[in-house]
């Protein structure tokens, strides 16, 4: 009991989900796995870069209404959120697939697949009232962006720095424990109930990356992609408690510098003034 839980409080390495250590699937199987990921994760960035384009970075939710607004947050997260949570979605589905056959397997697929994008879309409900609070007060006081924008570093790095943090990321990277405890979920709805508690862990560990999206814009492509990688890397990687501590660090100092360097704000820019003229 001693060793369980002090690995549970020790951010040591530990093998990726997928790694040698990891043996959630066989090479075969993960090999065309991680196939149909890119064969979906792939056209939602194109369609997001598409949207992206046409739209540019501006404050707030740019003036679109909730529903496309929610559209266009589930694309994105598909993009960004698919490739890091592969292996426990793939673990899932191939125990769904020995269990049924048929539209059964296709049904309780889709699911679990539901029961995660609808946390993300709950999520992204925040994301929208925060977005237009935020659009709000700075086409009211342009001068405003610089503050928000700190705070929302500042409240990024303090999330990457917390223990809720950890307790999430350590779920999404050694999800062995909970995929057995989610073999013991009861109908009705278990798939569903899977995805929405699995998602949960997901928005969980990456609410504070997330947050940076306010000063850096909603439909910054640059961010979006960085941020991906840096999810991406932190759940796969032996390393990646590691990297979350140094993207929480690297947030803070951002927060010093935002109220200074407007290039760190593009989503929060509008008519802003200098810092000369406030």
């Known amino acids: 009991m001693r060793h369980i839980r002090s690995s549970l409080f020790t951010p040591a390495r530990s093998p990726a989900p997928t790694g040698a250590g990891g043996g959630l699937l066989p090479a075969r199987d993960l090999a065309v796995a991680w196939l149909?990921?890119?064969?979906?994760?792939?056209?939602?960035?194109?369609?997001?870069?598409?949207?992206a384009r046409d739209m540019g970075v501006e404050?707030?939710?740019m003036g679109m209404a909730l529903p496309l607004f929610l559209l266009l947050w589930v694309t994105m997260m598909a993009a960004m959120m698919l490739p890091s949570m592969a292996p426990v979605?793939?673990?899932?589905?191939?125990?769904?697939?020995?269990?049924?056959?048929?539209?059964?397997?296709?049904?309780?697929?889709?699911?679990?697949?539901?029961?995660y994008l609808l946390v993300w879309t709950a999520f992204g409900?925040?994301?929208?009232?925060?977005?237009?609070?935020?659009?709000?007060?700075?086409?009211?006081?342009p001068g405003a962006g610089r503050w928000i924008g700190a705070a929302a570093f500042l409240l990024a790095g303090l999330y990457q720095l917390g223990p809720l943090k950890y307790v999430c990321l350590r779920?999404?990277?050694?999800p062995m424990g909970h995929l057995v405890r989610y073999a013991g979920f009861r109908q009705p709805a278990r798939d569903l109930r899977v995805g929405c508690?699995?998602?949960?862990?997901?928005?969980?560990?990456?609410?504070?990356?997330?947050?940076?999206?306010?000063?850096?814009?909603?439909?910054?492509?640059?961010?979006?992609a960085l941020l991906a990688v840096v999810i991406f890397v932190e759940k796969l990687w032996s390393r990646g408690a590691w990297l979350g501590r140094v993207v929480g660090v690297a947030f803070l100092v951002l927060a010093v510098l935002a109220p200074f360097q407007d290039w760190l704000l593009p989503g929060l820019q509008g008519s802003m003034p200098s810092m000369d003229d406030m």
């Not at 149909?36 to 949207?51: D, E, K, N, R, S």
């Not at 409900?125 to 925060?130: E, N, P, T, V």
């Not at 779920?171 to 050694?174: E, G, T, V």
């Open 36 to 51: 149909l990921v890119v064969l979906i994760a792939v056209p939602a960035w194109a369609l997001t870069i598409g949207q």
């Open 125 to 141: 409900l925040l994301a929208y009232a925060a977005l237009a609070y935020t659009g709000g007060l700075v086409d009211d006081r």
């Open 59 to 61: 404050p707030g939710t």
């Open 197 to 224: 508690h699995h998602g949960a862990y997901c928005v969980g560990c990456c609410a504070g990356l997330m947050v940076v999206l306010v000063p850096l814009g909603v439909m910054n492509v640059a961010a979006m």
């Open 89 to 115: 979605a793939i673990t899932w589905v191939r125990g769904i697939g020995r269990q049924s056959s048929g539209w059964t397997r296709t049904v309780r697929t889709a699911g679990f697949v539901c029961g």
């Open 171 to 174: 779920h999404c990277r050694d």
